[in-house]
């Protein structure tokens, strides 16, 4: 994800790229890292690694419902917008008849 990211910048630099296709792409991967962040914290805050290394220690810390809120919502919106950039996507090259998925392949 954070080459396709580099990429982007790139194609963003060279004027193949827009800027407002730039920062939908740069919204999704942000998204991507809220969730996976999100996991994390949540994993660390339920002690997740002690539970792992050793079944008999796995001590939870504070309330986990406000972070499982906040985690689920995050990949909600996630994969709502998974959904609008594949929907783009395959209106861009089935409908405007558009070469966009040759352009995503690396050359």
């Known amino acids: 994800m954070v080459m396709r990211l580099i990429a ?48 008999n220690s796995a001590i939870g810390r504070g309330s986990f419902k406000l972070l499982a809120d906040i985690h689920k919502s995050g990949w909600q919106i996630l994969f709502g917008w998974i959904l609008l950039h594949v929907s783009a996507l395959l209106y861009r090259q089935f409908l405007k008849k558009e070469p966009v998925l040759k352009r995503m392949w690396f050359k």
């Open 8 to 55: 982007k910048i790139k194609m963003m630099q060279h004027g193949i790229l827009h800027f407002s296709e730039f920062l939908f792409y740069l919204l999704l991967y942000l998204l991507a890292f809220f969730v996976l962040g999100m996991g994390v914290w949540i994993a660390y805050q339920r002690n997740l690694l002690g539970y792992i290394l050793d079944p």
